[in-house]
């Protein structure tokens, strides 16, 4: 049996009795905003980003044991250690170097004794030249008609930091050509996607670092059959962005291009790689993609560097430390209040919960509580007609606010109750953060609110590709913190594992079935073979 940790630490003995003080009636948080200084003491200004957390269940003292915290983990220096190629992925035995994918600064970056920024640089050549190509129609699809869209096949890490910030980015798209995911092995997704496209103007990217994803190989297959029942040569339609010498290779598969993606940089932090670059730099064109890349850079140069009270993703990490391993909450949500966000909460939920959802440290010892929490969103004021009575009245959970100070679309300044429609966006943005706050009390119970339910708001100034960059950055940098506060390793996922291996059983039960129309279920359990007769039976029998 493995042991328990035991952190030994005075300063998580301090924290966990620090908040039993919080926890009184008079720590409640419509009492702590109201102290002298709230504001100026926990609010932070950098790198174009505005963060509050003076609406979190903090004071003065939690924070400083939170800073000693994060001291005597020496989580600064780890990060140092992360961006300069030593290999933090400890249990893979890999770096991790998403940073040196958005590293303008020339200095090599050394893994193994080797430089890997030439190799860096050459992708992004590479990206930079075949998306002019074909934005300009000068690559074009087998009739020789230039793309109208790209459909980018891939899961998880492979689609969805991409999608986030193609969607957060749309407004800057000539339209010239339009970009569409396919992630789901469901037929139903590629049913959707087919309505939406022509199969003469259609590019599609095909991502896996292995290339050895069921789904992605499932949806890849079927985009063969469909380009080949329509007199089309898929090699003239595909691209690949995979790891060199996978099977997904151009020396091992014809597609018009491939891209080399590292294994120095996990799927869910490759959104500055080719998994990123490719599709991006076709949809907005290259120069957008490294306006995004040099935002990130900023914001990563900004959690290296900035001491531990003034470094943003950092005082981020220990709120979410202090939230779940302290105050034990076990949900968060993501409420941007912009619509163009909207793919923000999706991504981060992998981001965090695949990286730090772990019950054990680097060296193999059991947490005392599993790490973690759960990760959701939708965007403001949506959120607030689909779940804000739990938010206000039922089980609490902490919340990131996110502000966009100037929108994009500014031309429609009409009133409604004397107000823009930007301006109603933020009447609410600035009263439901108050609102979790202070509660409010009510002769009638169903109509009480208990109030203290913590919040952080986030402000940038507009969606530019720079902020975009520097948003991604935070939230991955922020991540990376809290794993180093736990002592775990985010850039391991073998969680994933167990359910991949169970599937490919009941594949191979499939797969027999397919051949000899005689075979009989049996060697599952008997719940796993009602479901595979009632797949094959096509209806539900009683």
């Known amino acids: 049996m493995t042991a328990k940790i035991n952190f030994g630490l005075s300063c998580i003995e301090k924290l966990n009795k620090h908040a039993t003080l919080i926890n009184c009636p008079e720590n409640h948080l419509k009492n702590l905003i109201k102290t002298d200084g709230r504001f100026e003491g926990f609010t932070l200004h950098g790198v174009n980003i505005f963060y509050d957390y ?227 730099s076709i949809y907005l064109g290259y120069d957008m993609f490294e306006r995004i890349l040099k935002g990130a850079n900023e914001m990563d140069q900004h959690a290296r560097n900035e001491p531990v009270e003034n470094n943003l993703p950092m005082i981020a990490a220990l709120i979410s430390f202090w939230n779940i391993s302290i105050l034990k909450y076990t949900a968060m949500a993501i409420i941007p209040y912009a619509s163009p966000l909207s793919r923000l909460a999706p991504h981060i939920q992998q981001l965090f919960m695949e990286s730090n959802g772990k019950s054990v440290t680097r060296d193999g010892k059991t947490l005392n509580d599993p790490a973690g929490y759960i990760i959701f969103g939708e965007p403001g004021t949506n959120a607030q007609h689909s779940f804000f009575q739990l938010a206000h009245q039922g089980n609490p959970f902490p919340i990131d606010f996110i502000g966009v100070v100037k929108p994009y679309y500014d031309k429609f300044k009409c009133h409604s109750n004397g107000v823009t429609n930007h301006q109603e966006l933020w ?75 169970m599937a490919s059983t009941y594949r191979k039960e499939i797969a027999s079935k397919n051949k000899d129309s005689n075979y009989e279920f049996g060697k599952s359990n008997a719940i796993s073979n009602f479901y595979l007769k009632t797949l094959f039976s096509g209806k539900l029998e009683e």
Not at 218 to 246: C, Q
Not at 448 to 453: K, V
Request: proline share 4%; with cysteine; hydrophobic share 35%.
């Open 54 to 280: 003076s609406r979190q269940r903090v004071d003065v003292e939690a924070m400083n044991l939170l800073f000693e915290l994060a001291e005597k983990k020496k989580v600064k220096q780890q990060f140092s250690d992360m961006v300069a190629g030593q290999k933090v992925n400890v249990t893979e035995n890999r770096a991790a170097l998403h940073t040196a994918l958005r590293d303008f600064s020339n200095d090599p970056v050394f893994m193994d004794g080797n430089n890997v920024m030439p190799d860096i640089q050459h992708v992004q050549n590479d990206i930079k030249d075949f998306s002019a190509k074909i934005r300009s129609g000068s690559l074009t699809g087998s009739t020789k008609k230039p793309f109208k869209h790209i459909v980018v096949i891939g899961i998880g890490g492979s689609n969805l930091g991409t999608e986030f910030v193609s969607t957060a980015l749309s407004m800057f798209s000539d339209r010239k050509i339009e970009i569409l995911y396919l992630s789901n092995v469901d037929i139903h997704h590629f049913g959707e996607i087919l309505s939406k496209i022509n199969h003469e103007t259609t590019l599609w990217i095909i991502i896996s670092k292995s290339y050895t994803t069921s789904e992605t190989k499932a949806n890849e297959t079927v985009v063969r059959e469909y380009l080949k029942s329509n007199g089309l040569d898929p090699s003239k339609h595909i691209v690949t962005v995979t790891s060199k010498g996978s099977p997904g290779d151009e020396t091992a598969l014809s597609n018009r291009k491939t891209f080399h993606m590292f294994d120095f940089v996990g799927g869910r932090f490759s959104v500055s790689s080719a998994v990123g670059g490719v599709p991006l």
């Open 427 to 501: 009447a609410n943005l600035i009263s439901q953060p108050e609102a979790l706050a202070t509660g409010k009390q009510d002769k009638h119970p169903a109509k009480c609110f208990e109030g203290n339910r913590p919040s952080s708001t986030i402000l940038i100034e507009e969606l530019s590709p720079e902020n975009i960059g520097r948003l991604l950055a935070f939230y991955e940098a922020k991540t990376v913190f809290e794993a180093f506060l736990w002592d775990i390793n985010p850039f391991d996922q073998f969680g994933v594992e167990l359910g991949k291996t």
